[in-house]
T-cell receptor, first 118, second 115 residues
Framework: EADIYQTPRYLVIGTGKKITLECSQT?????MYWYQQDPGMELHLIHY???????EKGDLSSESTVSRIRTEHFPLTLESARPSHTSQYLC?????????????????FGQGTRLTVV | AQSVTQLGSHVSVSEGALVLLRCNYS??????LFWYVQYPNQGLQLLLK??????LVKGINGFEAEFKKSETSFHLTKPSAHMSDAAEYFC?????????????FGTGTLLAVQP
């Protein structure tokens, strides 16, 4: 069982509200990811982090922002939610097993947050 | 650049029939390859992975996949489908680890199992 947690699981919120989706992992993984997924559709990487104080934009442009102040925590924030932000957001983490080792663990996923903006 | 192609966004099989989900990859270096399964309203769960060594990889729930370098493929199979196998399946690729490596996912294949 993966030790990566997302809260809330479901969120319905009004347009213009600020929201933060939480993601925490207890595996000590250095890499963390946020994916956006519409129902029955592919995963789109929107943010990732290689470690503390390191964040990068993903392949899909997103109005959300992320921070990585602690290894275990990778929250995603929307300053002003809009109906177009309605989607499922999946958080994941993985580990590089020692610098230069050339080895990487698989990604572990949280249960997801289903966001609906009305 | 790495990429993953999953042929067939929807696959339907009868219960007890062979399951074959196709995945082809593009990578300039030997890849790591993964299959994940996603049930409705859930995150992704690792089914199996190939990193090095034996090219036939066995995973959970009776699934297996074979890495074929000459065909740049990593197809997922299961000899006999069960109703509980109905889900979305994602193939993913990464090359060697390192600080800037990240997983690249295919577009997914939705598997339906008919009684």
């Amino acid at each position: 069982e993966a030790d990566i947690y997302q809260t809330p699981r479901y969120l319905v919120i009004g347009t213009g509200k600020k929201i933060t989706l939480e993601c925490s992992q207890t595996m000590g993984h250095d890499k963390m990811y946020w994916y956006q997924q519409d129902p029955g559709m592919e995963l789109h990487l929107i943010h990732y982090s290689y470690g503390v104080n390191s964040t990068e934009k993903g392949d899909l442009s997103s109005e959300s922002t992320v921070s990585r102040i602690r290894t275990e925590h990778f929250p995603l924030t929307l300053e002003s939610a809009r109906p177009s932000h309605t989607s499922q957001y999946l958080c994941a983490s993985s580990s590089t097993l020692g610098q230069g080792s050339g080895r990487d663990t698989e990604a572990f996923f949280g249960q997801g947050t289903r966001l609906t903006v009305v | 650049a790495q990429s993953v192609t999953q042929l067939g966004s929807h696959v339907s099989v009868s219960e007890g029939a062979l399951v074959l989900l196709r995945c082809n990859y593009s990578s300039s270096v030997p890849p790591y390859l993964f299959w994940y399964v996603q049930y409705p309203n859930q995150g992704l769960q690792l089914l199996l992975k190939y990193t090095t060594g034996a090219t036939l990889v066995k995973g959970i729930n009776g699934f297996e996949a074979e890495f074929k370098k000459s065909e740049t493929s990593f197809h997922l199979t299961k000899p006999s489908a069960h109703m509980s196998d109905a889900a979305e399946y994602f193939c993913a690729v990464s090359h060697y680890g390192g600080a800037t490596n990240k997983l690249i996912f295919g577009t997914g294949t939705l598997l339906a199992v008919q009684p």
